[in-house]
Every structure is written in C-alpha cells, then in structure tokens.
Antibody, heavy 120, light 108 residues
Framework: EVQLVESGGGSVQPGGSLRLSCAAS????????MNWVRQAPGKGLEWVSS????????YYADSVKGRFTISRDNTKNSLYLQMNNLRPEDTAVYYC?????????????WGQGTLVTVSS | SYVLAQPRSVSVILGETARISCGGD??????VHWYQQKPGQAPNLVIY???NRPSGIPERFSGSNSGNTATLIISRVEVGDEADYYC???????????FGGGTRLTVL
C-alpha cells in the first residue's frame, strides 16, 4: 500500500524557517517524480514545487522561489521541503504528493498533510 | 502565467448530472486532471488526461476537453459526491503545474 506521511509542520514567526519531511513507503520511491502542494485555510490548492526522479530537475512556484528548497533522499525514501524566510501567506497545509509515472503530470497519491502556521 | 478558471459553486439535484467547467487558453491542447476533495481530507484523483478514470472511481465520473474549456461530468449525482473539485494542468512553457481555483459541488 502506497503511503506518504508528512511531518515537520508547526508554528513559526515571520522570517523563520521550517523543514518538512515526507516518508514514502509501498512503492519504489526513486522511480517517481514528487511534489509539494499547499492549501491555505479555506482556500484552494496551490502547487509549490516538484523534483523529477530521472533528471533531478527541480521546479518552484514563483511565490516560493528563492525561499524554499525541495530535495529527496532515495536511500531513505524521503522527500523534503526546506522553507526559509517564511511569510504569513505561507500559512497552509502542505501535502506531499506523487506522480504515477515518469512524464505524467497528475498526482495519484497524496499524504494527509502537515500544517504550517506563520504568525507573530 | 497560465490561469484556470472554475465557477466557485455548482448546484445539482440528486440523481441529475453535474457539469463543472475549467476554462483556460487553448486548454484543449493540454491534458487536464481533476481532483475531488472532501472536508478534512486530502484531494483524490478522479479523472486524468482529460477522460480517464483511475481504478476505483465510478463510471459516473467522466471528462471532456476541447477548445478553451474542459469539463468534469458527474452523472446520477449522489449525496456523497458533495465536495470541492479542482482541475489541474501542466504548463510546459514554465514547467509549472497549475490548479484551478476549485468548485464547490452542492447536491440539492
């Protein structure tokens, strides 16, 4: 059974940092492109970042570029999101999400999410 | 940047057919994916690549995509279909994934 379990969320002051982790199991992690998607309270889904399994290429939404860093450790079946210089508008549930196969751009599995709150 | 426009809400009578639109510039040239999200839950893929249903999704869910509009169609709507629905595409020009703003489906 495919499982994605996020951790690392919490409350932080503006300008602070957090590192999110996503532990993957039930599939060959190294063969899948992975993503972070967020959802602010009461709002819609917003794609944050993707990391491509085959090339290592990385992509970011304009709203987080230069502040967030996505990475993966295939030996630990884990995905990460380092978030620096956090802003109140970064407050959201952050989902770890998997693409089903190389070159697909839909998401077939999502974690349950971890809440990040940025407030003074 | 590429923008996907969805109606904020759609209402449908129990047992009837719901149609949720997703508008974008020449969206017919892109693959559109649809997600269902119920309160307190993570999203769930219901249609991928315009018209395909993942395993476990009822045949009542279907999709179309042409011109500037993609549509999620839910036939014989059930109370359990009440949820938020999001369309999504990959914008190759920017290597960004884009979500629509979401549509709240209400079953009357």
């Amino acid at each position: 059974e495919v499982q994605l379990v996020e951790s690392g969320g919490g409350s932080v002051q503006p300008g602070g940092s957090l590192r999110l982790s996503c532990a993957a199991s039930g599939f060959t992690f190294s063969r899948h492109d992975m993503n972070w998607v967020r959802q602010a309270p009461g709002k819609g889904l917003e794609w944050v970042s993707s990391i491509i399994s085959s090339t290592g290429n990385i992509y970011y939404a304009d709203s987080v570029k230069g502040r967030f860093t996505i990475s993966r450790d295939n030996t630990k079946n884990s995905l990460y999101l380092q978030m620096n210089n956090l802003r109140p508008e970064d407050t959201a549930v952050y989902y770890c999400a998997r693409d089903p196969y190389i070159g697909s751009y839909e998401i077939d599995y999502w974690g349950q999410g971890t809440l990040v709150t940025v407030s003074s | 940047s590429y923008v996907l426009a969805q109606p904020r809400s759609v209402s449908v009578i129990l047992g009837e057919t719901a149609r949720i639109s997703c508008g974008g510039d020449n969206i017919g040239a892109r693959s559109v994916h649809w997600y269902q999200q119920k309160p307190g839950q993570a999203p769930n893929l219901v249609i991928y690549s315009d018209t395909n249903r993942p395993s476990g999704i009822p045949e009542r869910f279907s999709g179309s995509n042409s011109g500037n509009t993609a549509t999620l169609i839910i036939s014989r709507v059930e109370v359990g279909d009440e949820a938020d629905y999001y369309c999504q595409v990959w914008h190759g020009d920017s290597d960004h994934r884009v979500f629509g703003g979401g549509t709240r489906l209400t079953v009357l």
